[in-house]
């Protein structure tokens, strides 16, 4: 039988202020979270989170640029990607991808940046941690045209039933966080429902996005079981088949 644990697939730990980071870990492992995933955002996130992966067997990373900081792209952060990707412990590049609700100003540059870093993956064949607001439509178009044979997640995801549909179509995997458990999320109660269970993530996207019964305090690792919980009731299957599967589908795709 399979050891039945979840996993965090995309979790700003380096983020997260009220705990310490051995806090926030032996947390996560006391509500059964036995693995993390640690995107970067900026640049200067690139060597905290390789750090991480370093310091802790569970923490695992992903490096990248998110499209909101894509000024700070050039080769020398591309050439450091490379070298670190050399560990195990890089799971992947994330974030990536595009942001059209913070600032629509260098939407060109966002594009670019998130093009060269599809190629940095393909070269490195590791998978693409999406980042996607507002930009269903260019994230898409951009993703079939260059993406050559790395696996794409689409992190924290917020498009329509129906997009997630088109996404499922390309192979991509949809990872869904504390969204899902909000009264109001009509949309993503129904995407929950209807992606199949062997192309779901779960994640907290922690300190943001605080699942419920814990709104209002800062997110954390553990918290993912409530994302697990409310798609298990959606799906109307029990907690332990969703980790089952979530957690299969992130070690299939991320080799962690
Ligand atoms: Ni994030």
Known sequence: MNEIYLIDTHTHINMIEGLSEEKILEEASKNNVKKIVVPASSAGDIDKVFELSQ?????????GI????AKDWNDEISDKI???AKSPKVAGIGEIGLDYYWDKSFVELQQEVFIKQIELANELNLPLNIHD????????DILKEHNKNSKVIMHCFSGSPEFAKECLKEGWY???????TFKNAKKMKEVATEVPLDRLLLETDAPYLTPVPHRGEENQP??????????AQLKGISFEDVAIATTQNTKHILGI
């Open 133 to 140: 607001r507002d930009a269903h439509k260019d994230t898409f």
């Open 55 to 63: 310091k802790y067997e569970n923490v695992y990373c992903y490096l």
């Open 222 to 231: 553990a918290f993912v079981k409530f994302v697990a919980e409310e798609i």
């Open 66 to 69: 998110h499209p909101s900081e």
């Open 82 to 84: 490379k070298e670190f």
């Open 174 to 180: 949809i990872a869904l966080g504390g969204v899902v």
